[in-house]
Every structure is written in C-alpha cells, then in structure tokens.
C-alpha cells in the first residue's frame, strides 16, 4: 500500500509519520512517499521520518521528492496538508483583519476568505495532476479552510473526503475525563469544519448512552477551560461547541486580546525553526516534545483510521469527516460540504442520520454555508466583487464599509497569490 503526503515538508509530518509506525497493523504501508518544494526542509524531514520507522521496525519505505507528478504515481491515497505562502501569509491573515476590527485567524472571517483564495486553485492543480497519475486514487485533504477546499474537490468529481483533527481532540478528551477508551465514545457531531458542536457523547455507538450531561455535571469547569468559555455557556446550551465557536460568541473580547499579543503564526515560526533544528539531530529518532505544542493534536490517528477505511484496512467504521451533506442537514443544498459522523468505506463517506438541528446553531450554519458558496465562486473565478460580496456574507462582518476595507487589504496582502489581481 503506497500513500503520498502532499507537503511532506510541514513540520507537521514527524507526527504523522509516529502514527503510520504505531499503527502498522491498521494500515499497513509498504511506501510513503513525502513531495514538498522545499528540498531543504524536505531533506530534515525525510531524515526523522526514516529514522522513526527505523525505531519502531516499520518495514515500509520513505522516499522524498519535490517533483509531484512521481510522488502520487501509484499511490493509493494522497493526504493534502499544504500551506500556500507559509507562516508569512499566515502572519498576514491573523493581523491585517484587526485593523477593521475583525477577528485575524487563519480558518475563518477574513484571514479564512484570504487563505481560501490562495489555496484553491493550488490544491485543484494538485488533484488533478493525481487523477491523471492515478484516477483511483483517494484524495485526504488536511488542507484549511478543509470545508471549502474539500467541497473545491468533490465539485471537480475527485474522489475526495476532508479531514479536521477537532473531533478526535474532543473524543480523547471526553474519553480521559470519562474514564474510558476512546474508541467507546461516538460524537454526535454536527456543524461545518470549525463550526461544529457535540450534542451527545454516547457510549459504545451510535446507538450508546449520552453521557453528555453527566460529563457536564462532573467535568464542566474543564471542558469550558479548555475551550476559554464560561462554564454557564455550556450549561446554557447543553452542547459543547468547539473552540473556533469563540470567535463567533466572544468575538470583541478574542479581537481585543489578539490585539495585545504576538500572532499565533509569529508563535508557530519560532517554534517551526526549533523543530527544524532537532529534526536535523542524527541522533533523533522519535517526534521531539515540542511537537505537540505546534497543533495538530491527534492529526495521525486520525488520518490514519481514515485513510485504513477508505483502502479496506481496520479503520473505524464511524468517523467524523468533511464530505457532501446529500439530505443530512434538511436545511442546507445537498451540495454543502458537512462535518459529520460517517460511515467509511471503499466507495467513501456516508453520513449517517442526524437529528434535527436546534435554530441556534441551523441559523449559523446556514449563514457560514452561504459565505463558503461565495467564497469557493471567489477562488475559482476572482475578482473584487466577488471577494467582496463573500466578506459581507460572512457573520463576523456583515457590514459593508468593513467588508469594503476588508477587501482592500486582502487583495493588497495577497496579490502575488491571486492570478487575477
């Protein structure tokens, strides 16, 4: 079984490349193949990579390659977890919003808006230089913003299934709290990538016990922690959403606190520097422990069980992931790319029912589903308007002087990204 990771370069990998040779029986590689443009990156990388299958007896291959079209040739699936214009563009989409008094994240509003434009077109050149390479092959796309790019995929009728690694964070996280394994804890999980919340916690399935509200009851001061909420947030609704909800509940307070601090991404390249300069230690053989705190907690085991799923291995039989709603959300266009509980198999991801959805979180959703619309139409088409009328359609704009001056600095920030600019 040959996979290929798309952006083997990441910093991220190491802890992928940890989850492939502790799971060797759920997916039993023979060849993974790492591509990335960045040669030098690439050669630290694939250098701790081969050492960790190394240390754990993994029997499979690495192989590292800037040339795309070689690296997916033959792969079964090929995992996208790119970043176009690196932490530079991130450090962009995280400060220039604040200067109209939005929220700067690199997932949503506008920094969301500005990473979409700029990733878009990239990953559509990547998936169809895969299909020609290889039309069987599935497309796992890690990619932010993982809604809009994986509904990108599946319009242009690659065969395609998105990937975030915040449900398998909230598993683990319920599951330690509750005492259990976490493969006894099944979400029901509901929303867009990033705009989800658990309604039940159920044990065992699908059809378990929603131990939702005793988790509350006992553990609720550090499930609000976690998330930076109030615990009466939680109480209030009964729900745990997830934390980019923050940004939608809170958002002046999470504007005046980016406000006072460095950006995350000035946080991610210090950290990315130290993690390049272990990774180049010949003596290093295992994922360092400052590799946990640059994000992506979880990110392997998931992919992994994803990944086992879709090529028939001992992937879970339900997992959360990003693909067509197709009826799920009654309110939304079938054509809507949901995150939701799936059943996985080699023809892909099935939602499985969902029970109706409460007014609070339908009426964001759709409104998050409508700017995501506009905001894939910006990507593949461009132009000012277009930019424009997905900013004022976004909830944490909404106002037209703003989403005026919003457009201004993205165009200005990201030209060199933007063919059509």
């Known amino acids: ?205 699908p059809d378990g016990e929603n131990v939702l509200p005793r988790l509350l009851a006992e553990h609720g001061d550090a499930v609000a922690d976690d998330l930076r909420l109030p615990r009466t947030v939680l109480d209030r609704l009964g729900v745990v959403p997830s934390y980019y909800l923050r940004y939608f509940y809170a958002h002046d307070e999470v504007v005046r606190e980016l406000g006072t601090k460095p950006s995350r991404a000035a946080e991610v390249a210090a950290m990315e520097k130290q993690l390049l300069d272990l990774y180049g230690d010949p003596a290093l053989d295992e994922k360092p422990a400052l590799l946990a705190k640059r994000g992506g907690a979880f990110y392997s085991e998931a992919a992994v069980d994803l990944a086992a799923g879709l090529l028939g291995g001992g992937g879970s039989p339900y997992q959360v992931v990003n693909t067509y709603n197709h009826g799920t959300l009654a309110f939304l266009p079938d054509d809507a790319v949901i995150e939701t509980q799936a059943a996985i198999g080699a023809d892909g991801a099935v939602p499985l029912p969902v029970a109706p959805v409460d007014p609070l979180y339908a009426g964001l959703v759709a409104n998050v589903t409508a700017y995501e619309d506009l905001a894939l139409d910006a990507a593949l088409r461009g132009g000012r308007d277009r930019v424009f009328r997905a900013l004022l359609a976004h909830p944490l704009v909404g106002q037209y002087a703003t989403a005026d001056g919003l457009t201004d600095r993205l165009i200005a920030h990201n030209r060199e990204h933007l063919a059509w600019a």
């Open 1 to 205: 079984m040959k996979l290929t990771v798309v952006g083997g370069g990441s910093t991220y990998t190491p802890e992928l490349i940890d989850g492939f040779a502790r799971l060797r029986d759920t997916l039993p590689l023979t060849e993974l193949v790492l591509v990335d443009p960045a040669a030098d990156r690439l050669d630290l990388v694939g250098g701790l990579a081969r050492r960790i299958f190394a240390r754990q007896d993994h029997p499979g291959t690495i192989t590292t390659t800037s040339d795309l079209d070689a690296g997916v040739e033959g792969a079964d699936a090929v995992l996208l977890q790119l970043r176009v214009g690196g932490q530079a563009a991130r450090e962009q989409d995280e400060t220039w919003p604040l200067e109209c008094g939005c929220v700067g994240q690199e997932t949503t509003g506008a920094g969301g808006l500005a990473k979409a434009l700029r990733t878009v077109p990239v990953v559509l050149d990547i998936a169809e230089r895969v299909r020609r390479a290889n039309p069987d092959a599935w497309i796992i796309d890690f990619t932010n913003p993982v809604g809009i790019v994986t509904r990108a995929l599946l319009r242009a009728g690659h065969k395609a299934v998105g990937l975030c690694n915040v449900a398998i964070g909230f598993q683990r996280k319920f599951a330690a709290l509750l005492g259990v394994a976490p493969a006894e804890i099944h979400l029901d999980h509901v929303g867009l990538n990033h705009l989800t919340w658990e309604r039940a916690v159920r044990l065992g399935g």
